[in-house]
């Protein structure tokens, strides 16, 4: 006999991940393959994240400091606010989630964009507020006048993924301040600034700086992407005390491991190292965007780590694509699974990687042209 669940749990969406490369090889039988799938970096961790992790296994059998004080104060110094306004969490992702289990109940409202992070339907669902889900405009960016108009009495908080994943399209601090300007002071917002780091635009950050006089605002980060700590899970969040108590409320205990929390302080001791992995990344970026554009493929111009493109003819299946490209030892996002139907989200890669998915693109689609990378 089944066990008997909430109600709720029908209504949660399930989050689908990409394929992993050991899933494609075999599927396809390949002996290698190219992931351009889950917006991580194409680099390992730095060698000195290494070594702090090699250090740090023997210290395994001992719970981590819960608080991740030594994180916290690191973070609070980079973003010159106390540490009482920093949070962290298991990935930014686990901050967010707490944020709807701290602020939203059942009656209440969330509003956010779609398509977005796939993630943002949960949290209505899990808490049985209804979410409100503004489509975005034209260039692929949020409308923030629509979702400030969305607001209402029974809205308890406001996300804002930028950049906005899927479509890697950006807006600036002016319009974020802006938009906080247009909507009530005691109205959470929550700005998801995964992608901050590729941003190549003198505001770049700026939004931070608004959480320190901004007591509704928080700004959450991740590890994940510039620094390549995917695997360790490891984000943060700069918000007002008032915030990160309430999203210290509810995590667990020892949310954030011993080696995340190790290796993130131990990347933050290496700014130029992570800078110029990042300038690589929006160099290759440039370099991916002019190809598509010289073959004619549909894309929208990002501020991220990826691009969202679609077929470059209007008659073929995105899914086709993604399946065509599959069999080439090349994985791609199939943007159906991101509210996106009828495209593709491919990362930026090295150089080499964004080679093969180049050629491999051309050759799926006809598209005769010669590979070449600066």
């Keep these: 006999m089944a066990i008997r669940t909430s109600p709720r749990i029908a209504g949660i969406p399930h989050y689908e991940p990409g394929l992993t490369m050991s899933e494609v ?50 973070l609070a110094d980079q973003h010159a606010v106390d540490p009482a306004q920093v949070a962290i969490g298991n990935g930014s992702c686990e901050l967010i989630v707490h944020a709807g289990v701290a602020l939203l109940d059942p009656g209440t409202t969330i509003i956010h964009a779609t398509p977005s992070f796939a993630m943002y339907p949960h ?23 629509a979702m400030a108009a969305a607001v209402d009495e029974r809205t308890r908080l406001v996300v804002i993924c930028n ?36 941003v190549d635009l003198p505001d770049r950050g700026r939004v931070s ?64 190292a992570i800078q110029k992995r990042v300038d690589e990344a929006i160099s290759e970026r440039a370099r991916v965007a002019d190809a598509l554009a010289e073959m004619g493929v549909p894309f929208t111009p990002s501020r991220s780590n990826f691009i969202l493109m679609q077929p470059p003819d209007p008659g073929m299946d995105a899914r086709v694509l993604h ?32 080679d093969v998915f180049l050629a491999a693109l051309a050759a799926v689609t006809g598209t005769e042209r010669e590979v070449q990378h600066s």
């Excluded at 209804?130 to 960016?141: K, N, V």
């Excluded at 007002?240 to 001791?269: G, H």
């Design 25 to 74: 090889m075999a599927s396809h039988g390949l002996d290698s393959v190219v992931k351009l799938a889950s917006n991580e970096s194409p680099f390992p961790p730095l060698p000195q994240v290494k070594a702090v992790i090699d250090a740090g296994i023997d210290g395994l059998n001992r719970y981590p400091d819960g608080a991740a004080r030594a994180l916290r104060e690191a």
């Design 123 to 145: 949290l209505a669902a899990e808490s049985g507020a209804e979410g409100i889900a503004i489509p975005l405009a034209a260039d692929g960016g949020h409308d923030l006048h």
């Design 163 to 198: 950049p906005n994943n899927p479509t890697g399209t950006y807006r600036s601090a002016d319009q974020v301040e802006e938009f906080l300007d247009l909507v009530p002071d005691d109205l959470a917002v929550l700005v998801d600034e995964a992608y901050y780091d590729f």
């Design 209 to 272: 700086v608004l959480a320190r006089t901004r007591p509704n605002l928080l700004v959450t980060r991740t590890f994940s992407k510039a620094y390549g700590l995917c695997g360790l899970r490891v984000g943060y969040g700069i918000g007002s005390a008032d915030w990160v108590r309430a999203l210290d409320a509810v995590r667990q205990p020892f949310n954030t491991n011993e080696l995340a929390q190790a290796a993130a302080l131990e990347s933050l001791r290496h700014p130029a």
């Design 323 to 354: 399946e065509s490209l599959l069999a080439r030892g090349v994985i791609v996002r199939d943007g159906s699974a991101l509210g996106a139907p009828g495209t593709l989200r491919v990362t930026i890669g090295t150089p080499s990687e964004n």
